[in-house]
């Protein structure tokens, strides 16, 4: 199909006659997209059979179990892990059709919110680069992430729809089936070895998979990411069946769904345990099949679990072992504890799942049931550690004031607990997990998360990777850490003057874009100023704004201010329910609307909201920035990866010390990074003793006190819109340190505006030092620390 130009144009204009009854000259870029497509999936089916014959084999294996995968689109990357992109490209244009255009047909497999899900489908990426036997378990969500509309700078959400067309990357396996079961109770069973426990009269719900292969570089390996869906079965018998199909169908169909009230809680809860208790059975079935023995289940299988969203996976292997298969409990135990490990990505609180016993115990009485031994066992042994502490064990135990907390479970059953940044994991030791870490100290480890640079790279930056190709060659792409080979021509000016083109290739594509998709004119030599992450006032994109605000009251106001012109581009999507991110996005539009208006700022200070920003989008804009903005309130980002993948495009970072960019700072050195703001340690600081009042910061810094006036005085709006903003500031005193860090994150600003516009030549420099010093930070690496020191495969 693929060996030879005349074959491949051939079969793919036949097959598109065929499928569509159309003559090829009539056919629609949407056809021409499915028939290739379908034409890859063929093409990766014989060794995607041959990865699973051979790791039939493997002598163990590690499901990553998460509750959003974010994959973004399939084509162009499958093409580029085949090693046919340039082939097919060149083989399609011969027959006048441009393959970007194809690639643009594809919908974004958005299964995630952020970070956390694009790390789950970047480590598919890399698990499977390498050659490792990791596959992913998700929900096939009928609605991914909802799609945002800006209506007059608010934001709307509309129900996503990527299942619309159908979807060619997925085979559904109805064999495999299994059926979850939900309510009901719990029957006791005596027998002669003992009491055994039956989960009696409960509604069952059929989960479907759809398997999706996962295609690594070289094409050798062909892994499985096996999504579920949830269907009615026939093994309940309702009296009212309308109402339980509605009730079945809704576990997959949106990513989720809002939990304010009890039912929406109900729901997250059962999406859960489809998610655990589908993938573990299946996970056991294909061990049995294998010849696997239960008892020593862990020697053969890893199950990786991505946050709190899939701990149910402990109790319901725990419930399998045990009442199916007739284990002790210590041998379950043993079994279990030894094939789970858990990743925090999380240390704001109120992101630390909890679920009232009230909807856990009647929804899945016999998890509860085992949940509810665990946690005596668990505080047993503490009690054998610290007698006599009550307040501790209370502190510390699975379940306690009505709840059932995820977070104390998964580091109860796992035998391994990390975070995703050094800084991120020492504060999880030192705080939040503390006690934990003191009874524990070896299960806790630090795996600084990764991007996978054949996404962020070599697909979304072919003009940069093929200036990196005939720089240092090729070995770049599939070793990462070669891109440090950069740094020998750091004082290169031919290689310097070929970076800074490249650069501006990318500009003037997203340029293009942004006029396309907002009808503004922006000047593709103005400084790209990005900031591109969920909307969230930790991640202060309210700093952001507010600098701008604060630019445009200097150029107004001080004649003998000067900047070099910056186009400020964000994108943003606010949780549905959060009311105080909304509000920052229309704040983000209205200050759009009043810059890029303004004849005395016109051309000088740019803004634009790039609407629904997905991973597709991010592969336009992160190329094309000269600064990443990763200004999060110090100790509470986790990690972040967008920091990643701006510093392998050659964007320098404007970034507190916060998660990763620690480590970022550490690679580029401290001349290649604008790091400004208070310190992890004292915001921690802060936040226990007090001692800050924002109320001073505005009453002693004029520019400040002008800007947040702005706010309320109707230079915005005249509806008294940003009035929460205003309190949550100076009434609220301000509790992610924006006043505080105003003046250090303005000089910051500054100087990156100066070295840009007075140095361009250091700031080639310091685009080298970011693209060279970030092969670290490729996936490939995270995996591999993951698979020897956690997986063991
Ligand atoms: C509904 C519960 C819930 C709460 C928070 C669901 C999802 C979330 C976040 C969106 C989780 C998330 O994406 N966290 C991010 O994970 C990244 C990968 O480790 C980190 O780089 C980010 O710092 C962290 O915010």
């Not at 870029?29 to 084999?57: C, D, G, K, P």
């Not at 998700?138 to 509309?149: D, T």
């Not at 000016?493 to 970076?499: G, H, I, Q, S």
């Not at 495009?649 to 290649?672: C, K």
């Amino acid at each position: 199909m693929f060996s030879d130009q005349k074959s491949f144009q051939e079969t793919f204009k036949k097959r598109l006659e065929q499928s569509y009854s159309i003559s090829f000259d009539d056919s629609t870029r949407a056809q021409q997209f499915v028939t290739l497509s379908q034409m890859v999936r063929e093409h990766i089916s014989s060794e995607w059979i041959e990865t699973n014959e051979r790791q039939r084999q493997e002598k163990k294996q590690t499901y990553y179990l998460s509750i959003e995968f974010l994959l973004g689109r399939l084509l162009g990357q499958n093409l580029i892990n085949l090693g046919l992109y340039e082939t097919i490209q060149s083989w399609l244009d011969d027959i006048d059709i441009p393959l970007e255009e194809l690639e643009d047909i594809e919908p974004d497999a958005g299964l995630g919110n952020g970070g956390l899900g694009r790390l789950a489908a970047c480590f598919l990426d890399s698990l499977a680069s390498m050659g490792l036997p990791g596959h992913g378990c998700g929900i096939r969500y009928k609605h991914g992430l909802f799609e945002q509309k800006m209506v007059n700078g608010f934001q709307m959400e509309l129900p996503e729809n990527w299942l619309r067309y159908g979807y060619v990357w997925e085979v559904r396996k109805s064999d495999l089936t299994v059926e979850v079961p939900f309510w009901g109770s719990v029957d006791v069973v005596e027998r002669e070895d003992g009491v055994k426990f039956r989960h009696v009269d409960a509604e069952y719900v059929k989960a479907v998979p759809y398997d999706m292969p996962v295609v690594g570089y070289g094409g050798k390996t062909v892994n499985t990411l096996r999504l579920w869906s949830a269907e009615t079965s026939s093994f309940s018998l309702n009296q009212d069946v309308l109402k339980y199909k509605k009730d079945t169908e809704a576990i997959s169909e949106f990513l989720y769904p809002d939990d304010s009230n009890d039912e929406g809680k109900i729901l997250r809860l059962k999406q859960q345990y489809f998610l655990v208790s589908a993938s573990i059975r299946s996970i056991i079935q294909r061990h049995l099949s294998n010849g696997g023995e239960l008892r020593s289940l862990h020697e053969r299988i890893a199950i990786h679990i991505n946050d709190t969203h899939p701990v149910l996976a402990i109790p319901e292997l725990m419930r399998v072992l045990m009442d199916d298969y007739q284990l002790s409990w210590d041998d379950a135990w043993h079994v279990t504890e030894n094939t789970f490990a858990y990743t925090n990505h999380t240390t704001l609180s109120e992101a630390l799942e909890r679920w009232p016993i009230r909807i856990f115990r009647p929804l899945l009485p016999r998890i509860y049931m085992i949940i509810q031994e665990i946690n005596e066992r668990f505080c047993k042994s503490l009690w054998d550690q610290y007698p006599g502490d009550w307040d501790r064990i209370e502190r510390m135990a699975i379940i306690a004031k009505d709840e059932v907390r995820m977070a104390h479970l998964a580091i109860a059953g796992s035998h391994s607990v990390n975070g995703v940044a050094r800084l991120h994991t020492e504060i999880l030791k030192n705080r939040e997990m503390n006690e934990f870490y003191q009874f524990q100290p070896a299960k806790f480890n630090n795996k600084t998360n990764g991007i996978t640079h054949r996404r962020w790279l070599l697909k979304a930056n072919p003009e940069l990777t093929s200036l990196l190709s005939e720089t240092i060659g090729e070995g770049f792409k599939t070793d990462a850490t070669e891109l440090s080979k950069l740094a020998l021509y750091v004082e290169d000016p031919a290689f310097l003057e070929k970076l800074s083109r490249v650069k501006r290739k990318r500009k003037d594509i997203l340029t293009k874009l942004i006029y396309e998709r907002n009808g503004i004119k922006v000047d593709p030599t103005s400084i790209f100023d990005v900031q591109v992450k969920r909307l969230h006032a930790y991640k202060r994109q309210l700093l952001n704004v507010l600098h701008i605000l604060a630019l445009y009251n200097k150029v107004k106001h001080e004649p003998s201010f000067h900047m070099p012109p910056r186009t400020f581009i964000f994108g943003a999507k606010a949780s549905p329910g959060y009311f105080y991110a909304k509000r920052i996005i229309k704040l983000i539009d209205s200050v759009a609307e009043l810059v890029n208006n303004d004849p005395e700022t016109k051309g000088l200070i740019t803004v634009v909201f790039m609407e629904n920003y997905r991973v597709s989008l991010a592969e336009y804009i992160i190329p094309a920035a000269d600064i990443s903005e990763q200004i999060s309130t110090a100790s509470k980002e986790a990690s972040g990866t967008g920091n990643m993948k701006f510093m392998m495009n050659g964007a320098v970072t404007v970034g507190t010390l916060d998660g990763a960019n620690v480590e970022i700072l550490e690679q580029t050195g401290p001349d290649n990074i604008f790091i400004f703001g208070l310190k992890a340690e004292e915001v921690m600081a802060f936040d226990r003793d007090g001692g800050y009042r924002s109320m001073d910061y505005y009453h002693h810094d004029p520019l400040i006190r002008r800007t947040l006036d702005q706010l309320v005085d109707g230079t915005l709006d005249d509806k008294g819109l940003f009035g929460v903003i205003y309190e949550s500031l100076l009434s609220e005193n301000d509790q992610y340190f924006v006043l505080k860090d105003f003046e250090a994150y303005r000089s910051a600003q500054e100087a990156a505006g100066r070295i840009y516009e007075k140095n361009p030549q250091q700031w080639r420099k310091m685009m080298v030092k970011n693209i060279s010093g970030s092969g670290i930070f490729s996936s490939d690496r995270t995996i591999k620390e993951y698979a020897s020191e956690i997986w063991k495969i």
